[in-house]
């Protein structure tokens, strides 16, 4: 049985599930492996315009990294793990397409960083988000103390990993990392995504691009990259579809060129 199930959603919405339940699809080394054999798949094929992460069996997105292959000392076989996780979720959170995430339940650990590399996150009420590591008397290793204390200030930040604290699904939405707290993902998670595929695939590349790049940049210089980016878009056949549509008052045809 896959560790990753895909599936079409709908046509261009590729979905990925995080499938091993009994673990509460903990990351082991063979899931990342194939979590990362699948993002490649997603990233090359153009007919993958919307990506989406789910969770199966209810419980849990996912509840972390494997623990049990953390046990005895292993210190080469733990870094190893480490440095491909911190390497996959980079990946993840670079694809130049949109990403959404719907999180039933846990994501913990590995699981909220895998969140928080995502782009669009529908969560339920009630999902459970936090940074445990502390408990396990270890810290975060795949980019989740920068990305958290980015997205929500240290005060927030510290609440989940040094209290420990899990954030509901109403209070990820308050503080702003999740658009929508629901218990109707599956409608959620269509209507985003079927509004994603209405915006041009260049443009959101591109977008995703300029918030993570222009963000560590002083901000002149990522003024910019913005201008640049869209002096180049301008020029575009989609670029210029848009504009044709709009005042031809029918939908854009964009072909991602
Ligand atoms: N790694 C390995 N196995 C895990 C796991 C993880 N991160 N999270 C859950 N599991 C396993 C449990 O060991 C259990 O397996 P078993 O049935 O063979 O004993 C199964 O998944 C169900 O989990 P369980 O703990 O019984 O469910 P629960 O509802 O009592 O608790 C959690 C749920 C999420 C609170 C709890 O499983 C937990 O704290 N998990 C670890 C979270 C974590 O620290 N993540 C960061 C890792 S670095």
């Not at 949109?98 to 669009?120: K, N, S, T, Y």
């Not at 591109?206 to 990259?225: C, H, I, N, Q």
């Amino acid at each position: 049985m896959a560790l990753i199930e895909i599936s079409e959603l709908h046509p261009g919405v590729r979905q990925l599930t995080f499938n091993r339940p009994d673990k509460l699809n903990a990351l082991s080394s063979p899931l990342m492996a194939e979590f990362d054999a699948a993002l490649e798949d997603a990233a090359g094929d153009p007919g993958v315009r919307v990506l989406v992460l789910r969770g199966a069996g209810g419980k849990a997105f996912v509840a972390g990294a494997d623990i049990a292959e953390y046990q005895g000392d292993k210190r080469a076989e733990f870094i190893a793990y480490q440095m491909n996780s911190r390497r996959v979720f980079d990946t993840l959170e670079r694809l130049p397409k949109p990403v959404i995430c719907a999180v039933d339940g846990f994501a913990l650990g590995g699981g909220f960083e895998i969140a928080m590399c995502c782009d669009i996150l529908i969560v339920s009420h009630d999902a459970q988000l936090g940074l445990p590591e502390g408990r396990l008397g270890l810290s975060p290793g795949g980019g989740g103390t920068q990305r958290l204390v980015r997205a929500v200030g240290k005060y927030a930040a510290s609440d989940l990993m040094l209290a420990g604290w899990r954030l509901s699904g109403q209070r990820a939405f308050d503080l702003g990392i999740a658009a929508e707290v629901t218990d109707d993902l599956d409608t959620a998670v269509l209507q985003r995504a079927r509004a994603c595929l209405k915006i041009a695939p260049l443009a959101q590349a591109e977008m995703k691009r300029l918030m993570r790049e222009g963000f560590d940049a002083p901000v002149e210089t990522a003024k910019s990259y913005e201008q640049e980016v869209l002096f180049r878009l301008y020029s575009t056949a989609d670029g210029q579809e848009g504009i044709d549509a709009f005042l031809e008052k029918r939908a854009p045809a964009f072909r991602g060129e």
